[in-house]
């Protein structure tokens, strides 16, 4: 039987070994290319947030329309190589890391 503190020893070296995959290094880097250029950087960090709020709104809202007005809106931003590259290494990552919380959520009765 674990104990939290053995648990979170665990969750730790899981951490570090999922720094050690391509998808997060392909990711991390990305950032980095993005962070050389400020103003792209911020201009795709206020995108993702945007994108954030509307995949969170109410159900009963269309977001579809607004996601739509949100690509069309910044899509010369949306066609910039670099945005293209980390918007997919970032999919790429959080797609991986939702399959590992999908399983674990099958693996336990929650």
Do not use: C, G
């Not at 969750?11 to 792209?40: C, G, P, W």
């Not at 947030?49 to 607004?66: G, S, T, V, W």
């Amino acid at each position: 039987m674990y104990n939290e503190a053995q648990l979170n020893q665990h969750l730790d070296e899981f951490a570090e070994m999922l720094k050690d995959t391509q998808e997060y290094k392909d990711y991390i880097h990305m950032v980095e290319v993005l962070q050389r250029n400020t103003d792209l950087y911020d201009q795709v960090m206020l995108f993702r947030k945007a994108n954030y709020f509307l995949q969170h709104a109410p159900e009963h809202e269309d977001i579809y329309d607004r996601v739509e007005d949100l690509r069309k809106s910044n899509a010369e931003l949306l066609d910039t190589p670099e945005v293209y590259d980390f918007l997919m290494t970032e999919w790429t990552f959080f797609h991986m890391m939702q399959s590992m919380f999908d399983r674990l959520m099958n693996e336990i009765d929650f």
